[in-house]
């Protein structure tokens, strides 16, 4: 279906892997602000890993997200350099629109299904449940 030609291939690489720095340097920004907040707050000698008792729940939910972005990317390039395809919806193997692949390049589901996929994931953690993709902070 989206089977991509070397160049093109390429290009998509490339953009990926931009996508995934640009990601990297924003999870380092978020946590660099995070340990200077503390800092200015008194916890000079403290480390952000030594905090959980006091959770932030802006740089949890912003170092979730990156991670989830950042997992995605990488995902998205496996592919591309496994398969030489890009573009393709994982779930209903229908094509993903220009529109979406321009706002979010490593998106491996259309819009529908995507949609489909959050609203279960919604569900799951509305009944208590955890999902296994491992705990965010190693
Ligand atoms: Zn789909």
Not at 48 to 65: A, C, G, H, Q, Y
């Amino acid at each position: 279906m989206a089977k991509l030609k070397d160049t093109a291939k390429e290009m998509v690489l490339n953009t990926l892997r931009k996508k995934l720095d640009d990601t990297l340097v924003a999870m380092n920004l978020v946590s660099a602000g995070a340990k200077m907040r503390l800092k200015q707050e008194g916890h000079k000698t403290m480390a952000l890993e030594d905090v959980p008792s006091t959770p932030d729940m802006d740089l949890t939910r912003n170092i979730s997200r990156l991670t989830k972005t950042w997992k995605e990317m990488e995902e998205a390039i496996r592919r591309v350099e496994e398969t030489g395809e890009y573009g393709t919806c994982l779930t209903c193997g229908g094509e993903i629109s220009g529109e979406r692949l321009r706002i979010s390049p490593a998106a491996l589901n259309c819009t529908d299904c995507q949609a489909a996929i959050e609203e279960r994931q919604k569900r799951i953690k509305g009944r208590g449940h955890v999902e296994g993709n491992g705990p965010l902070y190693v």
